[in-house]
């Protein structure tokens, strides 16, 4: 299978994966869209190495953070949900609006480094292992909220 | 906690559900492959040249020549795309339509001063005239070296066709040239040389300054290819096959000429803001690729303008270390 082959192969498959995280991570959804593509550029770019990797997946969720984080000193960090965004109620009594509500708020309530521990272990997949090296952090040390889980990360305190 | 609207106690499972759910409603769009493949080959192609770019001129081009045009820098076979836009390190492919050839990659595009080369530089001649107070001296025109690209439309500009031997063909066409000129009359020497691909109505003159200036010329005119089908230069003028040249500073309404020209050749176009203290808002900066590079069809060139709104400051930076991812913790609750 030749390089182009394989990387579109990949790409295809993670696609939809990327885009929501960024977007999971903070971005808008345009922006979400744009971040993943230039994820994928540099991804091509680097592609001899990315194949040769482990854990592609990881290996993408690190670019897919550096390129988040870049981006959102200047564009997605202005579109971030606010710690605090107005209650906005109960749509007709749409349970599937009232947990996307509740989610997005409990999103917008994390810490940026909680969050970014919540969307790469529990969205992107990532093992505990990866979660921490992708973001440079220790592993379950039973002191800091880890991506030992919603049991450090997120149970425990009020979303 | 209350995560749910149920108020319902969620693990690890739960979130991961919850999650799930969620981002089903961001719509992701098509997937972009082909775009990305394409801007990611540029890129490669870029830093390759960076890599290389203080490289001597005519040394690189007289190594290169135009043998290794064809041959992908990856070495992978199946790579037909790669091979047919590589060009030799310290190299970069430039043309009209379908013919180009390979100049040094430290050559900008369109460094010109009244329509003339001021600069090592590709640009096009249109014929064009100018009333122009600021004309380049002939000692400043003849530090230049320069690859002129010009179309059938203006009857090959400057070259003469009828005087021109036929040469050896290229991909299956016919070429015509001329001899290589050299001057020895005081200035810094130099060489040129035209040649001509009359099926793709395209005529290059390049003309190569200093003491290797014959080489030089050499290594271009063998450098000449033209690409497959499905391929494409990037225009390098607007307003009509060859109406006028573009130019860094000049005004939005060209730009969109520029613009439609790109994409009647075949390409997308990309915009990108850029603030540039005290220059009107749509002023063209450049573009990306560089006018003039060749590209597969349905390939996106930026182009650059400038913007009268300024970016935002950054954000102050946010530590992500243990330590105060701890502190981020505690302080959360």
């Known amino acids: ?159 | 906690l209350t995560i749910s609207p149920t108020g319902a106690v969620v693990n690890d499972d739960d979130v991961t559900r919850l999650l799930d759910r969620r981002a089903e409603r961001v719509p992701a769009g098509v997937i972009p492959v082909d775009a990305v493949v394409s801007e990611g080959r540029a890129r490669i192609r870029r830093n390759r040249f960076a890599a290389v770019a203080g490289a001597a001129l005519l040394a690189v081009l007289a190594v290169a020549g135009g043998s290794a045009i064809h041959q992908g820098a990856t070495g992978d076979p199946n790579s037909v795309a790669d091979s047919v836009l590589d060009a030799p390190d310290g190299t970069r492919l430039a043309g009209m339509g379908r013919a180009v050839v390979a100049v040094p990659s430290s050559w900008s595009t369109g460094e010109t001063r009244c329509l003339k080369p001021v600069g090592d530089t590709v640009y096009v001649e249109t014929g064009a005239m100018t009333d122009c107070s600021d004309e380049p001296s002939a000692r400043e025109l003849r530090r230049a070296s320069s690859l002129a690209v010009t179309g059938n439309d203006f009857n090959y500009g400057f070259v003469g066709m009828a005087g021109m031997a036929r040469a050896e063909g290229v991909d299956g066409v016919d070429v015509r040239e001329s001899d290589v000129a050299c001057t020895t009359d005081g200035l810094p020497p130099a060489c040129s040389q035209e040649f001509v691909v009359p099926s793709e109505q395209v005529a290059f003159r390049v003309t190569v300054s200093g003491a290797d200036a014959e080489a030089g010329v050499a290594a271009i005119r063998e450098s000449l290819q033209i690409l497959p089908e499905g391929y494409t230069a990037v225009p390098m003028s607007y307003g009509g096959q060859l109406a006028g040249e573009a130019w860094e500073g000049m005004p939005l309404e060209y730009v969109e000429e520029l613009a439609v020209a790109i994409e009647e050749a075949g390409l997308r176009v990309g915009v990108a803001e850029e603030y540039r203290a005290g220059m009107l808002a749509g002023t063209y900066l450049g573009s990306d690729p560089p006018l003039g590079t060749p590209l597969e069809l349905g390939a996106t060139v930026t182009l650059s303008v400038s913007t009268d709104r300024q970016a935002q400051p950054p954000a102050e930076s946010r530590l992500t270390v243990p330590s105060v991812f701890a502190h981020d913790a505690d302080s959360a609750e």
């Open chain 1, 1 to 159: 299978m030749s390089k182009d082959d394989d990387f579109a192969r990949y790409m295809t498959a993670r696609w939809h994966t990327v885009v929501r995280s960024a977007y999971l991570l903070g971005c808008a959804e345009h922006e979400a869209e744009d971040l993943a593509q230039a994820t994928f550029i540099r991804c091509y770019t680097k592609w001899d190495r990315v194949s040769r990797t482990d854990n592609r997946d990881a290996y993408v969720a690190r670019m897919l953070l550096n390129g988040f984080r870049e981006s959102r000193r200047r564009r997605c960090g202005q579109e971030r949900p606010t710690e605090t965004p107005p209650e906005t109620g109960v749509d007709d009594g749409a349970a599937a609006h009232a947990e996307t509500d509740a989610l997005d708020r409990a999103l917008a309530r994390l810490t940026p480094a909680l969050r970014e521990v919540v969307v790469l272990r529990y969205y992107t997949r990532l093992s505990e292992r990866d979660t921490a090296e992708t973001l440079r952090i220790a592993p379950d040390t039973g002191q800091e909220p880890t991506v030992t889980g919603p049991g450090a990360a997120v149970h425990g305190r009020r979303l």
